[in-house]
């Protein structure tokens, strides 16, 4: 199976900060690579495809880049509802798997 | 707009087994991909596998095979989960999630809200 390494777990920010977020995997797994955002209680929503597609109804204040085995996503200023877990996850090959999760709390 | 609705909370003991729906609407059914996505108390996100809503063909990873079964009934655009032999440590919200059908693979680009699972004796 493809291990998929986020860094940092946790990460202590404040409103207007910008943010990285890394995804390792174990793997190369070419541009297969989706992150999404989760609010306590909530469904994960996505943010980005195949490494660097944004979602249509997603703030351009997102990014995300990386190829192969390294990956980020990038938050440019930090936004009071951007609080949130982010998941990285490969689709590159089955089964498919998700990073441990980056916590993103506010400062 | 889409919408995958997902049936209600269930609790049940250790050894049985439970069935979650999800009822996809706002779309045309088979052209998109149905996977499950667990996620247990205060842990991360763990993939169950997913079904071809047209062939009803699937693929489950190693760890819940002869355990897990899907099943799609495409005159109510539904997907099932059915997991048995439940364990306390299936404690846990399932998702189900869309993927585009395509040559290629895709993303979950819109998921149910979840339906809670609690394993308790």
């Known amino acids: 199976d493809i291990q998929m390494t986020q860094s940092p777990s946790t990460l202590s920010r404040s409103v207007g900060d910008r943010v990285t977020i890394t995804c390792r995997a174990s793997?190369?797994?070419?541009?297969?690579l989706a992150w999404y955002q989760q609010k306590p209680g909530k469904a994960p929503k996505l943010l980005i495809s195949?490494?660097?597609n944004l979602k249509w109804d997603v703030p351009s204040r997102f990014s995300g880049s990386g190829s192969g085995t390294e990956f980020t996503l990038t938050i440019s200023s930090l936004q009071p509802d951007d609080f949130a877990t982010f998941y990285c996850?490969?689709?590159?090959?089955?089964?498919?798997?998700f990073g441990q999760g980056t916590y993103l709390e506010i400062k | 707009q889409v919408q995958l609705v997902q049936s209600g909370a269930e609790v049940k003991k250790p050894g049985a087994s439970v069935k979650v729906s999800c009822k996809a609407s706002?779309?045309?059914?088979?052209?998109?991909?149905i996977h499950w996505v667990r996620q247990a108390p205060g842990q991360g996100l763990e993939w169950m596998g997913w079904?071809?809503?047209?062939?009803?063909?699937?693929n489950y990873p190693e760890k819940f095979q002869g355990r897990i079964t899907m099943t799609r009934d495409t005159s109510i655009d539904t997907v099932y989960m059915e997991l048995s032999s439940l364990r306390f440590d299936d404690t846990a919200t399932y998702y189900c999630?869309?993927?585009?059908?395509?040559?290629?693979?895709?993303?979950?680009?819109?998921w149910g809200l979840g339906a809670l699972v609690t394993v308790s004796s």
């Open positions: 999630a869309r993927e585009k059908a395509a040559a290629v693979p895709n993303e979950f680009d819109h």
């Open positions: 706002g779309y045309t059914f088979t052209n998109y991909y």
């Open positions: 079904i071809n809503t047209n062939s009803g063909g699937t």
């Open positions: 793997q190369s797994i070419s541009s297969w």
């Open positions: 195949k490494a660097s």
């Open positions: 996850q490969q689709y590159s090959t089955y089964p498919y798997t």
